[in-house]
T-cell receptor, first 115, second 113 residues
Framework: GESVGLHLPTLSVQEGDNSIINCAYSNSASDYFIWYKQESGKGPQFIID?????DKRQGQRVTVLLNKTVKHLSLQIAATQPGDSAVYFCAERMASSGTASKLTFGTGTRLQVTL | ETGVTQSPTHLIKTRGQQVTLRCSSQSGHNTVSWYQQALGQGPQFIFQ???????GRGNFPPRFSGLQFPNYSSELNVNALELDDSALYLC????????????FGSGTRLTVV
């Protein structure tokens, strides 16, 4: 079936540098995308989301870019900090019509921040 | 506003047993979804509940069942446990009316021995 995938399983960056985590999705019917951060032993924590009618959205130190032409999603983290170390998932939601609006996740990218 | 609460946090069961996991949804949310997350993988959708009825199901057998209560809290039941059922079970609540924003709980770590 359709799934969300990630290009890099592990990303190592130095503290203070910018991080870019990429994600490819295959379902052109998806209307909503979310980035989650998951620390060991915890549930996914919402970072930022974007609807399919947008191509960029900014939050505090984070930016999500959506390129529907190539079905690509990215998460940019500015001035990466040790506390950003975690596994990051992108998730997509297919547009629903009264039925379950499930999220489809990729396998995740581990971000390691070095001092 | 309160977040999503799951109980218990950890559980060890024997193969063949039955288990019930519980979830309290975030205030203002009326929809609850359950996900299974195997070690090193992303969460996989099990099913979703809205207005106390199952509203969609992923690729999981019938021995995975659930309930949603009038206060929007939910239970996940798994019968005839198998070793492969060992995973982190996540509950996510959302508001169907708002159409966005899925809040996850910290999960229940189930180990089947």
């Amino acid at each position: 079936g359709e799934s969300v995938g990630l290009h890099l399983p592990t990303l190592s960056v130095q503290e203070g540098d910018n991080s870019i985590i990429n994600c490819a999705y295959s379902n052109s019917a998806s209307d909503y995308f979310i980035w989650y951060k998951q620390e060991s032993g915890k549930g996914p924590q919402f970072i930022i989301d974007i609807r399919s009618n947008m191509d960029k959205r900014q939050g505090q130190r984070v930016t999500v870019l959506l390129n529907k032409t190539v079905k690509h999603l990215s998460l940019q983290i500015a001035a990466t900090q040790p506390g950003d170390s975690a596994v990051y998932f992108c998730a997509e939601r297919m547009a629903s019509s009264g039925t379950a609006s499930k999220l489809t996740f990729g396998t995740g990218t581990r971000l390691q921040v070095t001092l | 506003e309160t977040g999503v609460t799951q109980s218990p946090t950890h559980l060890i069961k024997t193969r063949g047993q039955q288990v019930t996991l519980r979830c309290s949804s975030q205030s203002g949310h009326n929809t609850v979804s359950w996900y299974q997350q195997a070690l090193g993988q992303g969460p996989q959708f099990i099913f979703q509940y809205y207005r106390e009825e199952e509203n969609g199901r992923g690729n999981f057998p019938p021995r995975f069942s659930g309930l949603q209560f009038p206060n929007y809290s939910s239970e996940l039941n798994v019968n005839a446990l198998e070793l492969d059922d060992s995973a982190l079970y996540l509950c996510a609540s959302s508001s169907r009316d708002r159409g966005r924003g899925y809040t996850f709980g910290s999960g229940t770590r189930l180990t089947v021995v």
